[in-house]
């Protein structure tokens, strides 16, 4: 595996761009697909895009196994369809120490490609679904925050804004 790469955290300007769909599938892609592993691997989470290490190309990976053994990769993940609502409990590493409840299906079809250009379409449900709607949400350039109850939002931009003035 490569080092690992820095995790944006918000409120980053970065996190809140749209990425670029990939359309070559080819060495940089692999080192970006490496570089996104390595650092999932390195934390607690399960899933990361690479917007959330800089790159804005719409590339995601996760890994639900909770022993790093099953790595999925997405590439040019369209999601098209969403079936079974519910309230869910999220987090972020990019928005390192928050968490909330985020209305999201948990069951949903989505069409990618791996990354070596072999289109796939998979069915995901519960953990999975709601993971690989969070970070599509990234490729948006979207956070999960946005999806809190404003209340809840103000709260966090404002502790945000005092983080990156130092207090």
Request: hydrophobic share 40%.
């Amino acid at each position: 595996m490569t080092p690992t790469r820095p995790i944006l955290e918000y409120p980053d300007p970065r996190l809140r761009r749209p990425s670029a769909p990939v359309s070559a599938f080819d060495d940089d892609l692999a080192r970006l697909v490496e570089d996104l592993l390595s650092t999932l691997y390195s934390t607690s989470g399960i899933g990361l895009s690479a917007p959330q290490i800089g790159a804005l190309q719409r590339v995601l990976v996760m890994d639900h196994s909770g022993d790093g053994t099953a790595p999925e990769v997405y590439v040019n993940p369209e999601i098209l369809g969403r079936a079974a609502f519910g309230i869910v409990e999220e987090s972020c590493l990019s928005v390192p120490g928050i968490t909330g409840n985020v209305f999201r299906a948990t069951r949903l079809r989505v069409r990618a490609r791996d990354q070596h250009g072999t289109p796939f379409e998979h069915e995901l449900t519960d953990m999975p679904a709601v993971c690989l709607q969070h970070e599509v949400d990234h490729l948006n350039g979207k956070l999960f925050i946005d999806r809190l109850w404003f209340w809840r939002r103000l709260l966090i931009r404002a502790r945000a804004g005092r983080k990156k003035r130092g207090g």
